[in-house]
């Protein structure tokens, strides 16, 4: 009998897996290896350039470098995992962490990382995303909560459904350990998330699947106990399922939470509108390891086979409501990265803090706003600058590209 219910299973499991990859980055907890990449070259802080002018870096110009963080254990050797764009000399804390044994799929490999300026003025932390489910039916939730219990069945969290509105005002700061002064829901990138969750509706349709996204974000400005100000960014899918009520005769809903975004930035006093910029081009630059990706689907896939033919032993009543909970959660996975780097470049985009720049090769990058220059090297290393007399190539005596504002 798993014909169509087993095939539709297993098309969801392939095309949905990588929702851990959009819940896990951008937004996952742990130590373990995270740095900068590159930096050598730039100069030293200062620069020579035409009449012997010496430029300041942090006055004249501004340096871009990758950080990378690293998942030191996940695979058979360290892998890098993502890496983003921050001033030169920021480091970082924290990296990729593998919880094995979390009944939790999503929360399995955690991403909490903590970037810092030198001086510790500036600070962006990205927390580990999560997934939270909920059952309108009374009976239908006592149920869940007493599997909960039970260690064979893999179970999220179980809580009551929220937009990111309400996480950045609830769980969020607390997680924060800051006061949350305003929050406010961006629809413009809420609009972009409808446009992609469209698509993965469209897709529950054609299998059958009486499900529904329903994605939010929201932008909430911050004081942290010291009375620095900050920013910080949520987004969440709710996914909605539909399904017999037999005691009432009528339907009752589920609801899977998923974050895809948990970050925050710690800025200097009058500072804000620089912090919303900086937050703006890390967000935006985020880039993923293909390698790394794929290795996480495959365990996401791996460990969903596994579920699926331990729920073909349960009872038949537990087999329904299992099965239909293990598939929901599946298809949580699905949507998420292949339109990540979407949703990151439409972070930058919500906060107004970048600008689009373009090489003579065709490629493009989105850098903090309020720059006249640009320049660019392969190893992904950025110069910005104001200073119309400024150019590295002159100043360090190196090889940058100059990029064009679109």
């Keep these: 009998m798993r014909s169509r219910a087993g095939s539709r299973g297993s098309e969801v499991v392939r095309r949905l897996a990588p929702l851990l990859m959009a819940v896990v980055i951008l937004a996952c907890g742990g130590i373990g290896g995270a740095g900068s990449g590159g930096g050598e070259g730039a100069g030293t802080g200062t620069g020579a ?7 300041v870096e942090g006055q004249d110009y501004v340096v871009l470098e990758r950080l990378r963080v690293i998942d030191p254990s996940g695979f058979a050797q360290p892998m890098e995992a993502y890496s983003v764009l921050v001033p030169r000399g920021w480091k970082a804390e924290g990296g990729i962490r593998w919880q094995v044994g979390n009944p939790c799929m999503l929360e399995a490999v955690q991403n909490r990382v903590t970037m810092r300026s030198p001086d510790g003025a500036w600070a962006l932390d990205v927390y580990p995303n999560q997934q939270w489910e909920w059952w309108d039916d009374q ?10 219990q039970n260690p064979v069945f893999r179970r999220c969290r179980i809580a009551q459904p929220m937009d990111a509105a309400q996480l950045l005002r609830g769980p969020m700061a607390q997680e924060i350990g800051a006061e949350i002064l305003d929050v406010q829901p961006n629809e413009e ?6 446009q992609q969750a469209t698509s993965a509706n469209q897709m529950y349709q054609q299998a059958g699947v009486a499900l529904e996204q329903r994605p939010s974000a929201a932008i909430a400005t911050l004081r942290y106990p010291d009375g620095s100000p900050g920013l910080a960014v ?27 975004t948990k970050v925050a930035m710690k800025a200097p006093p ?18 993923v390891n293909p390698e790394w990706q794929a290795g996480i689907q495959r365990m996401v896939s791996n460990v969903a086979t596994m ?3 331990e729920v073909a032993k349960r009872a038949a ?19 998420g990265q292949e339109s990540r780097d979407r949703i990151a470049e439409s972070w930058g985009q919500a906060l107004r803090g970048v600008e689009t720049w373009s090489d003579p090769a065709g490629g493009s990058i989105e850098l903090s706003a309020g720059y006249n220059e640009a320049w660019s090297r392969p190893d992904g290393t950025y110069i910005l600058s104001n200073d119309p007399l ?17």
């Design 234 to 260: 949520a987004s969440v899918t709710m996914t909605v399922a539909w399904m017999p009520n037999y005691m009432t005769g009528g339907q009752s809903a589920s609801y899977t939470c998923v974050t895809q």
């Design 270 to 287: 009058g500072k804000e509108e620089e912090a919303r910029r900086l937050l703006s081009t890390i967000l935006s630059s985020s880039r």
């Design 317 to 335: 009543i537990q087999r329904e409501a299992a099965q239909y909970s293990a598939e929901l959660q599946q298809r949580t996975w699905e949507s």
């Design 390 to 406: 400024f150019d590295p190539n002159v100043a360090f005596q190196e090889s940058w590209n100059r990029l064009e504002k679109r």
């Design 189 to 194: 990138l809420a609009a972009v998330m409808r």
């Design 49 to 55: 350039g035409a009449g012997g002018r010496r430029f």
């Design 307 to 309: 579920e699926q033919r």
């Design 139 to 148: 009976m239908m939730l006592q149920t869940m909560m007493q599997q909960a």
